[in-house]
C-alpha cells in the first residue's frame, strides 16, 4: 500500500514571472489598506504592473478617526481594497473571551465601514469607483476552532454584499474575494507548508490538490478592480482552489 502522497502539482505561477502585458489599470489610483499583510505585498506589485498608482497604506486602522484620516491623505481614490489582516485565533468556541472577540473584530471588521464612509461620497459625486474587499472563506464553511475569525470575516461579506446593492445605482461597484489556502506567509508560513499533516490536509480538502498562488490571488484582484469588471454588484467570489464553491 503506497503512503500519503505529499508531493503537491506545480504552481504555474510560482517559478516565474508573469510578464505584464496588460494595461488596464493605466490612470488608475488605487488605495490598498494593510499594505505589508496578507496578500497586499504581491497585490501591490500587480496593480503596479497593470499601470496603477498604487497608494500603500500600512496604518492600522485601530483608531476610529484613522481610516478618515487615511483615505484624506491619499487625495483621488479611484478604487479602495480594503485588505484588513488579522493572526487568526484558534481558541475553542466556550473559552472566546470579549477581549479576543473585540481585538478580531477591531482589526478587521470596524475599519471597514469607515473606510468606506469615508471613500464613498467623493465616488458617488464622480458616479465612478470601486471598492474590494480582501476577505476570507472561512466565513463560507465552519472550521473549528475558527468562531471568533469565522464571525468577523462573514460580517465583512455580509457589509459587502448590503453596500454593493446599495451602491450599483451610483455606478460604484462593492465586491470581495473569499480566501483561503492562498499561499501567503500571514496564515501559510513555511513552517505550516512544511508540516506533512497539512499537505495530507490539503490533498483530501482542495480539489485544486495545491495552494493558490499569491499572484493568480492577485491577478483577479486586478481584473476586479479594472473597467471590465464594472457588471458585479455586491458578489463574493470564492478563491481557495475548491475548498467552497459558492
Keep these: 500500500m503506497r503512503g500519503p502522497r505529499h508531493n503537491l502539482p506545480p504552481n504555474p505561477l510560482s517559478k516565474k514571472e508573469i510578464r505584464m502585458t496588460d494595461r488596464s489599470l493605466e490612470n488608475k489610483r488605487i488605495l ?30 485601530i483608531d476610529p478617526a484613522e481610516p478618515a484620516r487615511v483615505v484624506a491623505a491619499a487625495g483621488h481614490i479611484d478604487v479602495l481594497v480594503a485588505n484588513l489582516a488579522e493572526p487568526a485565533p484558534s481558541t475553542p468556541a466556550v473559552e472566546v473571551g470579549d477581549d479576543e472577540w ?15 464612509k469615508a471613500v464613498l461620497p467623493a465616488m458617488i459625486a464622480r458616479r465612478s469607483g470601486r471598492i474590494l474587499v480582501m476577505g476570507s472563506a472561512s466565513a463560507l464553511r465552519g472550521m473549528k476552532r475558527a468562531s471568533t475569525y469565522s464571525a468577523a470575516r462573514g460580517a465583512q461579506l455580509s457589509y459587502v454584499q448590503a453596500l454593493g446593492v446599495e ?80
Excluded at 32 to 60: D, K, R, W
Excluded at 102 to 116: E, K, N, S, T, W
Excluded at 175 to 188: E, H, I, K, Q, S
Aim: hydrophobic residues 50%.
Design 32 to 61: 490598498v489598506t494593510h499594505a505589508g499583510h496578507f496578500i497586499a505585498p504581491v497585490l501591490c506589485e500587480v496593480l503596479a504592473a497593470h499601470g496603477a498608482t498604487v497608494i500603500a497604506s500600512h496604518e492600522a486602522l
Design 102 to 116: 473585540r481585538r478580531v473584530f477591531g482589526a478587521i471588521v470596524d475599519p471597514l465601514p469607515r473606510l468606506c
Design 167 to 246: 451602491m450599483a445605482p451610483h455606478n460604484v461597484q462593492v465586491n470581495a474575494l473569499a480566501m483561503n489556502f492562498v499561499d501567503t506567509p500571514t496564515y501559510f508560513p513555511d513552517s505550516v507548508k512544511a508540516n506533512p499533516r497539512f499537505q495530507e490536509r490539503l490533498q483530501r480538502e482542495v480539489p485544486l490538490g495545491r495552494l493558490v498562488a499569491a499572484r493568480e490571488d492577485a491577478e483577479f484582484a486586478a481584473f476586479m478592480c479594472g473597467d471590465a469588471a464594472g457588471c458585479f454588484v455586491g458578489q463574493v467570489f470564492p478563491v481557495c482552489g475548491g475548498w467552497v464553491t459558492r
